[in-house]
Antibody, heavy 118, light 107 residues
Framework: EVQLVESGGGLVQPGGSLRLSCVVS????????MNWVRQAPGKGLEWVSYISTSGGTKYYADSVKGRFTISRDNAKNSLFLQMNSLRAEDTATYYCVKGGYFDSSHFWGQGTLVAVSS | DIQMTQSPASLSASVGDRVTITCRAS??????LGWYQQKPGKAPKRLIS???SLQSGVPSRFSGSGSGTEFTLTINSLQPEDFATYYC?????????FGQGTKVEVK
């Protein structure tokens, strides 16, 4: 059974940093592309970032470019999102999502909540 | 970026009604579109993949159609558990983009 479990969310002050993790099981992580998608409270869904199987290709939404960094550790079946210079508008539930150019399976985790507030 | 225009933003319906939600892409995306259902406090659940393929375990009252730029999600005979928010997602190219969502409420 495919499972994606996010962690690392919490309350952080504006300008602060946070590192999200997503640990996966049930599939060969190193063979699949991954993404982060977020949803602000009461708002719609927004794609945030993509990473290829090797980590050599990464894409970011304009809203997070230069502040967020996606990475992966294939040996530990883990996906990460390093979030720096956080703003109030980054407050959202962050989901890791399996999928990409070569995989349209689109399995989602349950999400982790990030709140940016003073 | 590909813009996904979803309509309506909300609708009121009764149990047993037929409901139709539309997504329009700003450029052709073949059939690289999924439909999701989301309930409060839960992760989105994919109902339809490849524009018209029903996901395993999803009731047959849900159906999807379309290709290119026009897509439709239809719910036949709305059930109480179907009151939720629905989103389309294009994954034809990055950045992935979602429709704005359609909230299906009780009439």
């Amino acid at each position: 059974e495919v499972q994606l479990v996010e962690s690392g969310g919490g309350l952080v002050q504006p300008g602060g940093s946070l590192r999200l993790s997503c640990v996966v099981s049930g599939f060969t992580f190193s063979s699949y592309e991954m993404n982060w998608v977020r949803q602000a409270p009461g708002k719609g869904l927004e794609w945030v970032s993509y990473i290829s199987t090797s980590g050599g290709t990464k894409y970011y939404a304009d809203s997070v470019k230069g502040r967020f960094t996606i990475s992966r550790d294939n040996a530990k079946n883990s996906l990460f999102l390093q979030m720096n210079s956080l703003r109030a508008e980054d407050t959202a539930t962050y989901y890791c999502v399996k999928g990409g150019y070569f995989d349209s399976s689109h399995f989602w985790g349950q999400g982790t909540l990030v709140a940016v507030s003073s | 970026d590909i813009q996904m225009t979803q309509s309506p933003a909300s609708l009121s319906a009764s149990v047993g009604d037929r409901v139709t939600i539309t997504c329009r892409a700003s450029q052709g995306i073949r059939n690289d579109l999924g439909w999701y259902q989301q309930k409060p406090g839960k992760a989105p659940k994919r109902l339809i993949s490849a524009a018209s393929s029903l996901q395993s375990g999803v009731p047959s009252r849900f159906s999807g159609s379309g290709s290119g730029t026009e897509f439709t999600l239809t719910i036949n005979s709305l059930q109480p558990e179907d009151f939720a928010t629905y989103y389309c997602l294009q994954h034809h190219t990055y950045p992935w983009t979602f429709g704005q969502g359609t909230k299906v409420e009780v009439k």
